[in-house]
């Protein structure tokens, strides 16, 4: 009786751990893909005078 | 229920302590770019230069020659590079405009720098460009990759079209940040005209036939914040000569251009600050969160085996009392 519990007590153990794992590997992996926006681009244009403060 | 405690805390042990490696080498390689709309400008003062007046064709001292320097990411030229490239780019559509004491230009040259957003490794496409002659960049221009090493790097130079090695010399302090000194020379070297000239009527094609030439001479320097890979100062001890040729009246060489550039104190002061809010933003992926959430792995671990334990121990056995003996 007792071997069986520590065997379903080990078993919720790896099942725990693996639901862990399973988690930080989904929210990485989904971070990555979403990345980040490119937007578009500046309007400002390319400068041909001397700007009085960046 | 204390049982059921110590798999949430495990669970929880497990996500946080796998979540800092990933964070570390699998999402911050990933996440970590350059923007590609990214729009900055750079105002760099040569004080005390020496600059060509064409209509003398001679050298003469100037209180000051002013460098604007523009650099624009093109999101649609950079969208349409990363269809063939398969990775994120950034096209920098950029511009040097040197400007006169007199307010006049002096020179003004074009180019489009097209690079890796992630790594900073130079990508080939159509396009690119320094003053409209087409070149195949080697090496890095402007920045530096993310978490820079102390080693030397191959540093392109537009005036030259080539690139040479800028070699790091050690670590300094810039106003409170601990930086990367890196240096390169570029010896005298033959480079072409700038296509747009400061006086009407003269052209490149028109000087190259006088048998004049242009030659170019720089010692490049870059404080480089190592985690950003961004420049927080840069200096150039920049010479530009005329040799040979009709049009020099007989002269051997006569200077175009001579002065200590340097960045412009408003412009240090803006880029320091950037850099140190964009270098935590860097800490806070390379080092803060991965050490965070490996200790906070570690001590939900440990929990989780305590209350483990606890839950296994056997309860106290009870001593049964004797009953009284009535007498």
């Not at chain 2, 490794?121 to 990759?145: C, L, N, S, Y």
């Not at chain 2, 305590?306 to 007498?327: F, H, I, K, M």
Request: hydrophobic content about 40%; overall charge positive.
């Amino acid at each position: 009786m007792y071997q069986f519990l520590c065997r379903e007590v080990d078993m919720r153990a790896l099942i725990a751990a693996a639901t862990g794992l399973a988690l930080a590997f989904a929210l990485v992996l989904t971070l990555t893909a979403l990345g980040t926006p490119t937007g578009k681009t500046s309007p400002k244009p390319l400068l041909t005078t001397v700007p009085a403060h960046p | 229920m204390r049982r059921k405690t110590s798999l949430v805390l495990l669970a929880l042990a497990v996500f946080f302590a796998a979540l800092s490696p990933l964070l570390r080498w699998y999402a911050f390689p990933r996440l970590a770019k350059i923007p590609a709309n990214q729009y900055q400008d750079m105002v760099l003062e040569a004080k005390d230069a020496t600059l060509i007046d064409y209509g003398s064709m001679t050298a003469k001292k100037v209180s000051k020659v002013t460098i604007v320097q523009t650099l624009k990411g093109n999101v649609e030229a950079s969208e349409k590079i990363e269809k063939t490239a398969g990775k994120d780019v950034v096209v920098w559509d950029g511009l040097s405009y040197v400007v006169g004491p007199d307010g006049k230009m002096v020179s003004k040259i074009p180019e489009r720098y097209i690079f890796d957003a992630h790594t900073q490794d130079p990508v080939h496409a159509t396009g690119e460009m320094v003053d409209g002659d087409p070149v195949k960049r080697a090496g890095i221009e402007f920045k530096w990759p993310f978490l820079t090493e102390k080693r030397d790097y191959v540093y392109f130079d537009a005036q030259a079209r080539t690139s040479a090695p800028i070699h790091y010399e050690g670590t300094r302090n810039f106003r409170g940040l601990d930086v990367y000194y890196f240096e390169q020379t570029i010896p005298w070297t033959k480079v072409p005209f700038p296509k747009t000239m400061p006086v009407q009527g003269i052209t490149p094609q028109s000087i190259a036939r006088t048998g004049t030439t242009r030659w170019y001479t720089t010692i490049r320097k870059f404080w480089v914040e190592p985690l950003t890979g961004a420049p927080v100062y840069g200096e150039e001890l920049h010479k530009e000569e005329l040799r040979g040729g009709t049009l020099l009246g007989g002269r051997d060489k006569v200077t175009v251009f001579a002065g200590d550039v340097k960045m412009r104190e408003d412009y240090i002061r803006n880029t320091v600050d950037l850099v140190k809010s964009n270098r935590t933003l860097v800490l806070l992926m390379t080092s803060y969160l991965p050490w965070g959430f490996l200790i906070l792995g570690v001590l939900l671990l440990a929990s989780s085996l305590w209350l483990e334990a606890r839950g296994r121990r056997p309860a106290p056995a009870t001593v049964d009392e004797p009953e009284p003996v009535s007498a």
